[in-house]
């Protein structure tokens, strides 16, 4: 490598550093990785309780660590649809299962299939057209339509390929939810490529047999433009690539930013729906496939980029880029007009052609500016440091927010019980079902299982008590130590839940101690609150937050000691908390329910954020032990925290326990002002309208008489 130019060599040792700084480093990506793939095991043991073998994969760029804070990437998510078997032979027929003949012949597209619908009771073939999903072809076959994966009507979803794409709203980025069907082996035009074999000897022979064991998928998407499109299935090797993808050095993960970036700024904003990251990826393999593996490295990264634009500019000119397992499948085949095709020419040619300085141009994470700017070098650390802190707090809160949307789920589902005993059954046999899915794995399904299992004990310990309270007024000891199980899933959520059972009980000074242990664990500079049952802004994370995320070795862990999420009580849990809160549960009224979306149905439940939470059971708690000073000091607490916090989910809960506070201190004009507060937050399904009402029907009600 003694040849490169010192110029090349220069440009590529700085454009390292620059994308470094920028969080696109060993440290950075393997942190990105390992939370996404614990966020994948959540989403797949949640999925699995309710649709037996469903399961959850995240693909794309933030599982595999290739995005930024300016790429600010999708979420990629793959649901495979439960109850369905792909199967290439007669003799993999398997009774009672969806079976589903997978044909390739000379009518279907390369790297495309039909699915033929067998019979579930004996290997034959399927008579009957059921529905507007099934489709009886010329030669007597009944055929899968892959329209069974089209968005349903008005749930904010759009079709873009074979995903249901979401555009990003506020505290969202923007998703894309593929449906798949599992295929257990590769098709006989995948395992083709075991054998074959590049100039780099990359990937390896073992590294192909362990893609070709991942299995595949079939997606419901057809060749554009083929007479077959509404029949025909894509064949998706997406997991065998996520693998690749995790072997690639950190100069090839660099590349493949690059690429992205210069997508984003050169192509994308003049030619929209053209070129994907995915060609992008798929040009990089085959790059890295034809060269030795010692080429790529931050001394060479220039010229590996130029190299894989030059790729990529003869695939656009020759309208062919093949898939990278399955060659026969050209991922550019009729992708662009004549107009489309000579702009992204030109755009690559004008790159290639620079030499490296087009890369100025580009204003994602301001990496045109850093390359041309050099910094002091304790200033270069300290910004480094810096952005690192804020990508690895933003990674901590997002697997935060996982957890939160898989609570989230179950509650739901379980809120949707009117029967409080078979409510307490079912949350029964989910935590046994948890718990039996905890002994059979190891490692991150484990520690998944060990997650959702406390929040199940949790709310089952819960509901017990709100059976006992009704019943006897006090609560047995198998409902303390089931909710005990559940008190470190984070700073504040469990203890929250226990100290509200013991005050519903009346034992106020055990209510007091367990209140003072929350406060006193609850770091105002650290912890973040975190929320995902709707969409709202949300700033970034405290410094102290970010800096401990960032530090940390294992950051699955800090979830328990420096995130505080929302506290919620399904309608079954009624009796454990207070009946200023219990108002929450019924905050729609008939004229409201209109102005809810599918995303609303938290709304049936008493969700309201830890930390205002905490200091209106201290004020509660104080009140009943007389302490009057102490519970001014909580009132005052309520009304600073909904003030300064910014990340709050739930102020208008807030500012209604703040209001109902003051009703009890006989400020009236002041609660009054709380309820209108909370109504300019959330106009609609706001329990403050039920407060006005109530607190001037309380008002008036003197004069009118």
């Not at 749930?155 to 939810?177: C, E, M, N, T």
């Not at 994308?268 to 053209?274: A, I, K, L």
């Amino acid at each position: 490598m003694s040849d490169i130019p010192d110029y090349t060599r220069n440009v590529s040792l700085r454009l390292s550093k620059v994308l470094d700084e920028i969080g696109v480093n060993e440290r950075m990506v393997i942190k990105r990785r390992r939370l996404q793939l614990m966020n994948e095991t959540l989403h797949t043991i949640t999925t699995q309780l309710s649709q037996g073998d469903a399961n959850v994969y995240h693909l794309g760029s933030r599982v595999e660590g290739t995005t930024t804070l300016g790429l600010n990437s999708d979420i990629d998510f793959l649901f495979t649809l439960p109850g369905y078997k792909v199967i290439e032979d007669w003799n993999e027929w398997e009774p009672d299962r969806g079976n589903l003949l997978m044909i390739q012949d000379d009518t279907v597209s390369p790297g495309y299939c039909l699915l033929q619908i067998l019979r579930n009771d004996a290997p034959l073939s399927e008579d009957n057209v059921y529905d507007q999903y099934s489709y009886r072809d010329r030669i007597g076959r009944v055929l899968l339509k892959n329209s069974i994966n089209n968005p349903a009507a008005g749930d904010g979803r759009v079709r873009h390929g074979p995903a249901k794409s979401r555009k990003a709203r506020l505290g969202f980025v923007s998703q894309d939810i593929v449906l798949a069907i599992t295929c257990q082996q590769w098709p006989l035009q995948a395992r083709r490529w075991i054998y074959q074999h590049g100039e780099g000897q990359w990937p390896t022979y073992d590294m192909k047999q362990y893609c070709k064991d991942t299995g595949c998928f079939v997606v419901g998407v057809g060749s554009k433009g083929s007479v077959n499109e509404e029949l025909e299935w894509r064949i998706s090797t997406s997991l065998a690539e996520r693998y690749l993808m995790f072997n690639l050095n950190i100069t090839q993960i660099r590349c493949y930013v690059l690429m992205k970036m210069i997508l984003k700024t050169f192509i994308t904003t003049q030619c929209p729906d053209s070129i994907s990251s995915y060609m992008c990826k798929t040009v990089m393999f085959h790059c890295i496939s034809s060269t030795n593996n010692n080429t790529w490295n931050e001394k060479t990264l220039l010229i590996c980029l130029n190299y894989c634009l030059i790729v990529l500019y003869n695939c656009v000119l020759n309208d062919n880029c093949p898939h990278f397992i399955i060659p026969e499948n050209n991922l550019m085949a009729r992708r662009f007009t004549p107009v489309t095709k000579q702009v992204i020419v030109d755009r690559l040619r004008y790159i290639i052609n620079s030499n490296g300085s087009a890369l100025l141009e580009i204003e994602c994470d301001q990496l045109g500016n850093r390359i041309k700017y050099t910094f002091l070098r304790f200033v270069e650390i300290a910004l480094e440091i810096e952005r690192s802190c804020v990508i690895s707090g933003q990674v901590v809160k997002y697997t935060a927010n996982v957890v939160n949307k898989c609570c989230m789920a179950i509650l739901i589902k379980m809120n949707r019980i009117n029967n409080t005993r078979l409510l307490f059954q079912t949350l029964r046999k989910y935590l046994i079902l948890m718990k039996v899915t905890h002994n059979m794995n190891q490692g991150q399904t484990k520690e998944a299982c060990r997650t959702m299992a406390k929040f199940l004990s949790l709310h089952l310990g819960s509901t017990l008590a709100s059976i006992n309270i009704q019943r006897e007024g006090v609560v047995c000891r198998e409902s303390t130590d089931l909710v005990s199980l559940g008190l470190n899933i984070d700073v504040a959520y469990g203890k929250l839940k226990l100290a509200s059972i013991f005050y519903c009980t009346g034992d106020f000074e055990r209510t007091e101690l367990i209140l003072k242990n929350i406060e006193e664990k609850y770091d105002l500079n650290v912890v973040e609150p975190t929320c995902h049952c709707y969409a709202f802004e949300n700033s970034g994370g405290k410094r102290a937050f970010n800096k401990l995320c960032y530090e940390a070795d294992y950051e699955y862990i800090l979830l328990q000691s420096i995130t505080a999420s929302c506290v919620r009580f399904l309608r079954g849990e009624i009796n454990c908390c207070p009946q200023e809160f219990q108002h929450e549960m019924f905050r729609s009224s008939q004229q409201d329910l209109p102005y809810r979306s599918e995303d609303d149905e938290w709304m049936d439940m008493a969700f309201v954020d830890s930390l205002p939470y905490l200091y209106f059971l201290q004020y509660k708690t104080y009140s009943n032990l007389r302490r009057h000073q102490d519970k001014q000091t909580a009132i005052f607490n309520i009304a600073k925290c909904i003030v300064k916090e910014p990340n709050f989910g739930h102020k208008e809960t807030a500012l209604n326990l703040l209001g109902q506070c003051m009703e009890q201190e006989n400020k009236l004009y002041a609660a009054l002002e709380c309820y209108l507060l909370s109504l300019k937050i959330r106009d609609k399904n706001n329990a403050a309208k039920l407060h006005i009402c109530r607190q001037l029907s309380s008002m008036l009600g003197p004069s009118l008489h």
